[in-house]
């Protein structure tokens, strides 16, 4: 299975996904990394890899359809089976939604549907879990809809929110959970125990 993975910034899901694929705990390949952030870590780690790493902005080329429609070429080139959003902080075009239906996966670093969908993203989201006096927050990986946040759950696991934790502290118990997570439900994706389509 060739995986592309999109990322927009850090890239340490990313590179949980690449370690797990040398591991041969997940039985696939990052056969490509796409970013909108020239500057995103996560291109760094791909050329680190010897992955291809492509940079595709809508400023770049003037418009989004036309960032849909190279995408779109750069699936075809890599002959992606499955995209996974791991920090891509861009809307996908509907184009690329329709072209990969059911094969697009995203991770999110909190219980959905609990503090999910637009402006739930980052540090905003372990402020509100902890504003919320939740006891318990985690991870979910969900198929990827129009809508942010809101497609089918494929997966979730629990994270423990403990005394005196900060909207940080908790970020980063989330975000180690979320690589050796997201190395078993890759995984999972790639043997076919979680469907694609
Ligand atoms: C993760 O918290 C993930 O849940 C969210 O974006 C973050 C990506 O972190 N979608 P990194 O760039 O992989 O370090």
């Known amino acids: 299975m060739n995986i592309a993975v999109f990322a927009s910034h850090g890239g340490s899901d990313l590179q949980a996904i690449i370690d797990g694929c040398t ?10 990394v796409i970013s909108n952030n020239a500057d995103s870590l996560a291109l760094d780690r ?50 690329v939604l329709d072209a990969y239906a059911g094969r697009i996966f995203n991770i999110h670093p ?22 919320a006096g939740e006891d318990e927050t985690g991870v979910t990986i969900h198929r990827v809809s129009p ?14 929110v403990l005394p005196g934790d900060t909207p940080e502290t908790l970020a980063a118990r989330v975000l180690e959970r979320e690589h050796s997570f997201l190395v078993e439900v890759v995984a999972d994706i790639a043997a076919g125990k979680i469907r694609l389509g």
């Open 147 to 160: 809508e942010y946040d809101s497609g089918e759950i494929v997966a979730q696991t629990t994270v423990p």
């Open 23 to 32: 591991a041969n705990r997940i039985p696939a390949r990052v056969a490509a």
């Open 110 to 131: 909190a219980l959905l549907p609990k503090f999910g969908g637009r402006g739930m993203y980052g540090i905003h989201v372990h402020e509100a879990v902890l504003a």
């Open 46 to 95: 791909a050329r680190a890899a010897r992955i291809p790493a492509c940079h595709l902005s809508a400023k770049l080329f003037g418009s989004e359809e036309l960032l849909a429609q190279k995408i779109l070429e750069a699936l075809a080139r890599y002959d992606i089976d499955m995209i996974f959003l791991a920090g891509y902080m861009r809307m996908l075009h509907p184009a």
